[in-house]
């Protein structure tokens, strides 16, 4: 069975660092895309970040410089390392994997449990 799983959440102050866990089974991790997505209340599921199944690298305008990906490939982890973090930040953090770095959450089949980021300003 695919199963995700995100972890690492937390409250930061602005201008802080978190680093977040997409621990992954059940699937080929290297030969599939997994992306970062990010949702506040009453805003859309948004894509922050990706890894493709060749290993490349995207990200939102909005987090380009701050975010960085990484990976484990002997843990199946994905790794999302946030830096200067801002207020803005703040939303429910989720991986998911795809054949391809889709910035559509709905063409994603499967999705981990969300870990919360919260920023002070």
């Known amino acids: 069975e695919v199963q995700l799983q995100a972890s690492g959440g937390g409250l930061v102050q602005a201008g802080g660092s978190l680093r977040l866990s997409c621990a992954t089974s059940g699937f080929y991790f290297e030969d599939w895309a997994i992306g970062w997505f990010r949702q506040a209340p009453g805003k859309e599921r948004e894509l922050v970040a990706c890894?493709?199944?060749?290993?490349?690298?995207s990200y939102a305008d909005g987090v380009k410089g701050r975010f960085t990906i990484s990976s484990d490939n002997a843990k199946n982890t994905l790794y999302l390392q946030m830096n200067s973090l801002k207020p803005e930040d703040t939303a429910v953090y989720y991986c998911?994997?795809?054949?391809?770095?889709?910035?559509?959450?709905?063409?994603?089949?499967?999705w981990g449990q969300g870990t919360l980021v919260t920023v002070s300003s």
């Open positions: 890894r493709n199944n060749l290993g490349r690298l």
């Open positions: 998911a994997t795809d054949l391809v770095c889709a910035t559509d959450a709905d063409q994603y089949d499967y």
